[in-house]
């Protein structure tokens, strides 16, 4: 600091050279940022989403009376984003013990089917998930249903959608060994469907 001439000492204010900048207000200045980079920060943390999360609704199926099967299809149905809708028949189960439910999924443009099952028979079963789309558009994919009785999922590759998610529909099938042995359980997608009659 510079004190004016003339012997007052420290009763004197400063005074600022030409050319210098003033201390006191470079650290005011600092400060001062210091304080608006803290207080914006936690609006940046709360604006920040995933890249891609646009669309925040999620259409599930209506909820079900039956306990047992609600360990099949959760409310938030697994690795779904927010985005997702889901299109689903009824929940089943056969005599035999396999239970199953099955969907139509859409995010974005991506379209595909998933089955939730859960094969309490004892042994392993084969099971095929079929999916159908407009103009004669199908997808086949071979599950492996082992015999854990746990709840598992089986889904076919992701589609481009063409036309209208309603013109899609999923069946999945359940049978006893390799495939050639009896029809246990046949799952479909749409309540007045395949396995929703």
């Known amino acids: 600091m510079l004190f004016r001439p003339g012997g007052c000492g420290e009763r004197c204010s400063p005074v600022r050279v030409a ?7 470079a650290r005011l200045h600092a400060l001062l940022g210091l304080v608006a980079a803290l207080a914006v920060l936690p609006l940046a943390m709360a604006s920040a989403r995933p890249v891609g999360d646009t669309d925040r609704t999620v259409a599930l199926p209506p909820p079900q009376d039956d306990a047992k099967l609600a360990v099949l299809a959760p409310s938030r149905p697994w690795g779904l ?15 035999d013990g396999v239970e199953a439910q099955t969907c139509v999924l859409v995010q974005g443009r991506d379209i595909w089917a998933r089955t939730y099952y859960r094969n309490t028979t004892g042994g392993k079963l084969s099971s ?4 159908m789309g407009p103009g004669g558009r199908a997808v086949e994919t071979r599950c492996a249903v082992g015999a854990g ?39 479909g997608s749409d309540p007045g469907g395949p396995g929703g009659e």
């Open 19 to 25: 050319g210098r900048p003033d201390p006191h207000r």
């Open 81 to 95: 984003g927010l985005s997702t809708t889901v299109r689903c028949g009824p929940e089943l189960t056969s005599a």
């Open 149 to 187: 009785g746990v709840p598992e999922t089986c889904e076919t590759p992701r589609l481009l959608m063409t036309g209208d998610a309603a013109q899609y529909s999923a069946v999945a099938e359940f049978a006893r060994g390799d495939g050639g042995g009896p029809l246990l359980l046949r799952s």
């Open 128 to 131: 095929y998930l079929s999916f």
